[in-house]
């Protein structure tokens, strides 16, 4: 799947038109479906960075390579859990069908092993920030992307069997950090926590009807 393919299926998940996302990222409508067709080539680090902010994604996820066996927008999968967003919060690892809460439809394209979770708590809520997540919002979340410098991720502290939801940051020598989107959120920025792991890269929200 092409940039310009994943560009307009994660505008039509989040029910922008093309004028409304041309017009967000100070472009034109022309240059915008000439980017979807695949008749434009060439773009700037600008340019995705304003697509990606206003999509809710990451730059990596506008290159992702889908295929219709790994990926399906129609599919149902788990709701699990609640994410506590702000302080760490108990989570679940391992489940079977019958464990679930609920199957609901997801509307981004996933993995087979993505799950979804109930956004609870004020950590990610930011409504002057390119991204802000408000509690009762669902997330999806896919563990077969990969976690890269200011991807969303959900991140667990096993020997804990908790869990928390933040923007991972990587400085220069590789190590991790969590940073939460409310700037008035304390601690805003905190450290990985020594024998945690990144379970999943968020890969798109929605309201629930």
């Known amino acids: 799947m092409s940039i310009g393919q994943n560009i307009r299926r994660l505008r039509q998940a989040q029910k922008l038109t093309m004028e409304q996302l041309a017009h967000a990222i100070d472009s034109d409508v022309g240059n915008l479906s000439r980017l979807e067709t695949g008749k434009q080539k060439s773009f700037s680090e600008d340019q995705l960075d304003k697509i990606a902010a206003v999509l809710r994604?990451?730059?990596?996820?506008?290159?992702?390579?889908?295929?219709?066996?790994?990926?399906?927008?129609?599919?149902?999968?788990?709701?699990?859990?609640?994410?506590?967003?702000?302080?760490?919060?108990?989570?679940?690892?391992?489940?079977?069908?019958?464990?679930?809460?609920?199957?609901?439809?997801?509307?981004?394209?996933?993995?087979?092993?993505?799950?979804?979770?109930?956004?609870?708590?004020?950590?990610?809520?930011?409504?002057?920030?390119?991204?802000?997540?408000?509690?009762?919002?669902?997330?999806?979340?896919?563990?077969?992307?990969?976690?890269?410098?200011?991807?969303?991720?959900?991140?667990?502290?096993?020997?804990?069997?908790?869990?928390?939801?933040?923007?991972?940051?990587?400085?220069?020598?590789?190590?991790y950090m969590l940073q939460a989107l409310n700037p008035s959120h304390s601690p805003r920025l905190m450290l990985l926590p020594e024998g945690s792991r990144i379970i999943g890269v968020v890969i798109g929200k929605w309201v629930p009807e």
């Not at 295929?67 to 079977?96: C, M, Y």
Request: proline letters at 7%; aromatic letters at 10%; hydrophobic letters at 40%.
């Open 57 to 175: 994604v990451g730059i990596p996820d506008l290159f992702m390579d889908y295929n219709v066996e790994q990926a399906d927008t129609r599919g149902k999968i788990p709701l699990i859990s609640d994410v506590q967003a702000g302080d760490w919060s108990e989570a679940v690892d391992s489940f079977h069908p019958g464990d679930a809460a609920d199957w609901i439809a997801c509307p981004f394209h996933h993995g087979p092993n993505a799950f979804i979770l109930r956004v609870s708590g004020y950590s990610m809520y930011n409504p002057g920030g390119d991204k802000s997540f408000s509690p009762g919002e669902f997330i999806a979340v896919d563990p077969s992307r990969e976690a890269v410098n200011k991807s969303l991720v959900v991140a667990r502290v096993d020997h804990e069997d908790k869990a928390t939801f933040k923007q991972l940051l990587v400085d220069e020598e590789g190590g």
